[in-house]
């Protein structure tokens, strides 16, 4: 059962409910991430996420700790190029308790002290993520594709833009976009509704209200191919992204059948080419919706001496796709995949927590189990190859990362 309530300063509270759940899970959704930034705040809304947990007026970073272990608590977060979530799967028992400690890390300290010593954490992680394979290429296939569009900002930031970040900019990134009408709390499994607001009200009613702006343009993506000498790695990588539905798009179901049909880990047409007779490391291709816009990500780790090679499969796989469209049972054997994962993922209120949140951050509005099979079901053929007709996978930006020097673009 679906309930929903706002409180006077803004903020919404949802819940999906079950009265036969073993396990509860809650969590505050903060409509705010990479895409928010300007230029000189470049990976505030991570470091915020850092932050977060460093301590509050009330809770020292150790009291938070101690705390969810009490609990027994699950928990975690994780920032996006739109969203940070702070969220926690509990014991029924332990709802209010957890609603209350998530609220209070809303309201952090973010003292001069705990910034400084968090500064050199987060300056490590993205020294770390460029010596890591596939050495950052997913952000600067990101910028390359979306140009100026805020959807080419990188999660983590540069080094540069973090050690020039002072604290004085996160405090005012973190009243601006921390506001009430900002965030969703929302709830999955056990819950007692009515407990639920009484307990926002009690943690969250006195947050000040305030209003955060985004800008929702459609970016306008480049297409291109680019080589980055990495002398160090063994393997090549590259990363192909191209322009697909976003949030709002109803053919972002079909899509997700599109990829999964030609670039899932196991039975796809990319896998059968490549991964199954060796040729291939690994070779993917995803969607991924934003707003108001979307992206489809080819993905390929391959030996030097086969990338070439690989890249023209690739190449030859989609166009074969553009020309001569799909058949039924393709469609139908992806279909299923996409099913039995949602069914699968709706038996634990944790992922619930996700899809219920995540819909309502994109959509404001509630998806059930039975939405997204009806969706899923909703697809014909026709809609495959009007998607490819829109959105060609052969147009995209290319970004090879790896020991070559050069590599030859597929014609």
């Given at each position: 059962?679906?309930?929903?309530?706002?409180?006077?300063?803004?903020?919404?509270?949802?819940?999906?409910?079950?009265?036969?759940?073993?396990?509860?899970?809650?969590?505050?959704?903060?409509?705010t991430g990479a895409?928010?930034?300007?230029?000189?705040?470049?990976?505030?809304?991570?470091?915020?996420?850092?932050?977060?947990?460093?301590?509050?007026?009330?809770?020292?970073?150790?009291?938070?700790?101690?705390?969810?272990?009490?609990?027994?608590?699950?928990?975690?977060?994780?920032?996006?190029?739109?969203?940070?979530?702070?969220?926690?799967?509990?014991?029924?028992?332990?709802?209010?308790?957890?609603?209350?400690?998530?609220?209070?890390?809303?309201?952090?300290?973010?003292?001069?002290?705990?910034?400084?010593?968090?500064?050199?954490?987060?300056?490590?992680?993205?020294?770390?993520?460029?010596?890591?394979?596939?050495?950052?290429?997913?952000?600067?296939?990101?910028?390359?594709?979306?140009?100026?569009?805020?959807?080419?900002?990188s999660v983590l930031?540069?080094?540069?833009?973090?050690?020039?970040?002072?604290?004085?900019?996160?405090?005012?990134?973190?009243?601006?976009?921390?506001?009430?009408?900002?965030?969703?709390?929302?709830?999955?499994?056990?819950?007692?509704?009515?407990?639920?607001?009484?307990?926002?009200?009690?943690?969250?009613?006195?947050?000040?209200?305030?209003?955060?702006?985004?800008?929702?343009?459609?970016?306008?993506?480049?297409?291109?191919?680019?080589?980055?000498?990495?002398?160090?790695?063994?393997?090549?990588?590259?990363?192909?992204?191209?322009?697909?539905?976003?949030?709002?798009?109803?053919?972002?179901?079909?899509?997700?059948?599109?990829?999964?049909?030609?670039?899932?880990?196991?039975?796809?047409?990319?896998?059968?080419?490549?991964?199954?007779?060796?040729?291939?490391?690994?070779?993917?291709?995803?969607?991924?919706?934003?707003?108001?816009?979307?992206?489809?990500?080819?993905?390929?780790?391959?030996?030097?001496?086969?990338?070439a090679d690989n890249?023209?499969?690739?190449?030859?796989?989609?166009?074969?796709?553009?020309?001569?469209?799909?058949?039924?049972?393709?469609?139908?054997?992806?279909?299923?995949?996409?099913?039995?994962?949602?069914?699968?993922?709706?038996?634990?209120?944790?992922?619930?927590?996700?899809?219920?949140?995540?819909?309502?951050?994109?959509?404001?509005?509630?998806?059930?189990?039975?939405?997204?099979?009806?969706?899923?079901?909703?697809?014909?053929?026709?809609?495959?190859?009007?998607?490819?007709?829109?959105?060609?996978?052969?147009?995209?930006?290319?970004?090879?990362?790896?020991?070559?020097?050069?590599?030859?673009?597929?014609?």
């Open positions: 059962m679906f309930h929903q309530h706002a409180l006077k300063n803004g903020l919404e509270i949802i819940a999906e409910t079950s009265a036969d759940a073993y396990s509860s899970s809650v969590g505050y959704f903060v409509r895409r928010d930034e300007t230029e000189d705040l470049a990976g505030v809304s991570h470091f915020l996420e850092h932050m977060v947990f460093k301590g509050t007026p009330t809770r020292t970073a150790e009291d938070v700790n101690r705390e969810f272990d009490e609990m027994g608590a699950h928990y975690n977060a994780f920032t996006s190029e739109e969203n940070t979530v702070y969220y926690a799967a509990i014991l029924p028992e332990f709802v209010d308790r957890s609603v209350g400690l998530l609220g209070d890390i809303m309201r952090p300290s973010l003292r001069p002290d705990d910034f400084d010593t968090e500064k050199q954490v987060i300056i490590e992680e993205i020294k770390m993520y460029d010596d890591q394979p596939p050495y950052g290429a997913d952000d600067k296939c990101r910028a390359a594709f979306f140009g100026r569009h805020p959807l080419s900002h930031g540069s080094v540069a833009s973090i050690e020039a970040l002072p604290v004085e900019a996160m405090r005012a990134y973190f009243e601006r976009q921390y506001c009430p009408s900002n965030i969703t709390l929302v709830a999955a499994g056990k819950i007692d509704f009515d407990a639920l607001v009484a307990s926002a009200e009690r943690y969250c009613g006195g947050w000040q209200p305030m209003k955060a702006d985004r800008q929702v343009d459609r970016p306008l993506p480049e297409a291109g191919f680019r080589c980055l000498h990495k002398p160090q790695a063994t393997q090549e990588y590259v990363l192909q992204l191209a322009d697909a539905p976003g949030s709002l798009d109803d053919e972002r179901y079909a899509a997700k059948l599109l990829a999964s049909i030609l670039g899932d880990d196991t039975g796809s047409r990319l896998y059968w080419e490549l991964v199954d007779p060796g040729l291939a490391e690994s070779v993917s291709l995803s969607h991924y919706e934003y707003d108001g816009a979307g992206i489809y990500l080819t993905y390929l780790s391959t030996t030097p001496e086969n990338v890249l023209a499969t690739i190449l030859k796989v989609y166009r074969q796709a553009e020309g001569e469209g799909f058949r039924a049972g393709e469609l139908e054997q992806a279909k299923r995949k996409m099913k039995s994962r949602v069914v699968l993922g709706s038996e634990r209120p944790r992922s619930r927590l996700f899809s219920v949140g995540m819909n309502w951050l994109h959509r404001h509005r509630y998806v059930t189990v039975r939405d997204d099979l009806n969706a899923i079901d909703a697809v014909r053929l026709d809609d495959l190859a009007s998607i490819l007709k829109r959105y060609p996978l052969t147009r995209n930006m290319t970004m090879a990362v790896g020991p070559l020097a050069t590599v030859d673009e597929p014609q």
